[in-house]
């Protein structure tokens, strides 16, 4: 069974930074992509970041060169390390993974938010100007 946990949210200042972290259970990451989205009250889901089983990242492009995508693979962690941070950035993220491989980001997050994947319970970052 796969589970997902996530970990690491909370309440900063504008231009501070954030790591989640997300405890991986049932599957490796050579077998799955794994990904971050979130959700914001009112707005709808945005995938945040992506990296495939080899390891090859993507990013949308209101986050590109301030957060980070990684693997811990002796501990099963996924992380998202958040620099920067701005008030639009504030939102629930959360922890993704799918079996389904290969095509875009967009397919990815498509596929998890359809049901055809997993998903953890969420963690708040909440970032103040």
């Known amino acids: 069974q796969v589970q997902l946990v996530e970990s690491g949210g909370d309440s900063v200042q504008a231009g501070g930074s954030l790591r989640l972290s997300c405890v991986v259970s049932?599957?490796?990451?050579?077998?799955?992509?794994m990904g971050w989205f979130r959700q914001a009250p009112g707005s709808e889901r945005e995938g945040v970041a992506r990296i495939d089983s080899g390891g090859t990242a993507s990013y949308a492009e209101t986050v590109k060169g301030r957060f980070t995508i990684s693997h811990d693979n002796a501990k099963n962690v996924l992380y998202l390390q958040m620099n920067s941070l701005k008030p639009e950035d504030t939102a629930m993220y959360y922890c993704?993974?799918?079996?389904?491989?290969?095509?875009?980001?967009?397919?990815?997050?498509?596929?998890?938010?359809?049901?055809?994947?997993?998903r953890g319970q969420g963690t708040q970052v909440t970032v103040s100007s």
């Open positions: 049932g599957v490796t990451f050579n077998s799955v992509y």
């Open positions: 993704a993974a799918s079996f389904a491989r290969g095509g875009s980001m967009r397919w990815f997050f498509d596929q998890i938010y359809r049901g055809f994947g997993f």
